[in-house]
Antibody, heavy 121, light 108 residues
Framework: QVQLQESGLGLVKPSETLSLTCTVS????????WNWIRQPPGRGLEWIGY???????HYSPSLRTRVTISLDTSMKQLSLRLNSVTAADAAVYYC???????????????WGQGTLVTVSS | EIVMTQSPVTLSLSPGETATVSCRAS??????LAWYRQKPGQAPRLLIH???TRATGTPARFSGSGSGTEFTLTISSLQPEDFAVYFC??????????FGQGTKLEIK
């Protein structure tokens, strides 16, 4: 079955770069958008951005200047880099898959279990 | 940005009862609406898309309805695993798409 697994450092210092990886198994990369979504503790869900197997990408306007999402299909990995982090970036970070099918493009049909990132010196 | 507003914020019910969660969009989104359930310490799981289509593996006790700006998630015969947080999400304008703030379904 489809599995997504996030990994990366759980503690990042203010002003430094958050770096996470999501390893994908059981799914082709084509026909899907590969997303990062975050959830501050006790709060709602915020979409960060996506990348596709064809190289298309799109980022949240509020994070666009600080975020990079990339895909390595040979390694079956999705990556997230967020520069110049502050306390406001502390959250559980999820990777999630969206079909490219027009009628359901934008739903998240599979998620990783999430990884908590704390921002502190 | 399309704002999604859920009600109630918290819903207290007993196992076996029926839960009704509402979601309102700030502008018309046709039926581009999904529902997710998030159990404590877990990722959200897709339950329903296209306002009323159950995702693979979603039990029949979950049903969705609505179009335009008003949507409803109904959970009949509540099971212990249903006590969780529920989010609606519009994908009519995706990306970015937007989520509701969540409804916590707790045991009465």
């Amino acid at each position: 079955q489809v599995q997504l697994q996030e990994s990366g450092l759980g503690l990042v210092k203010p002003s430094e770069t958050l770096s996470l990886t999501c390893t994908v198994s059981g799914s082709p990369f084509k026909d899907y958008f590969w997303n990062w979504i975050r959830q501050p503790p006790g709060r709602g869900l915020e979409w960060i951005g996506y990348v596709s197997a064809t190289g298309d990408f799109h980022y949240s306007p509020s994070l666009r200047t600080r975020v990079t999402i990339s895909l390595d299909t040979s390694m079956k990995q999705l990556s997230l880099r967020l520069n110049s982090v502050t306390a406001a970036d502390a959250a559980v970070y999820y990777c999630a898959r969206s079909p490219t099918n027009y009628f359901v493009s934008g739903i998240y049909d599979n998620w990783g279990q999430g990884t908590l990132v704390t921002v502190s010196s | 940005e399309i704002v999604m507003t859920q009600s109630p914020v918290t819903l207290s019910l007993s196992p076996g009862e029926t839960a009704t969660v509402s979601c309102r969009a700030s502008q018309r989104i046709a039926t581009s609406l999904a529902w997710y359930r998030q159990k404590p310490g877990q990722a959200p799981r897709l339950l329903i898309h296209s306002a009323s289509t159950r995702a693979t593996g979603t039990p029949a006790r979950f049903s969705g309805s609505g179009s335009g700006t008003e949507f409803t998630l109904t959970i009949s015969s509540l099971q212990p695993e249903d006590f969780a947080v529920y989010f609606c999400q519009q994908y009519h304008n995706w990306p970015p798409g937007t989520f509701g703030q969540g409804t916590k379904l707790e045991i009465k």
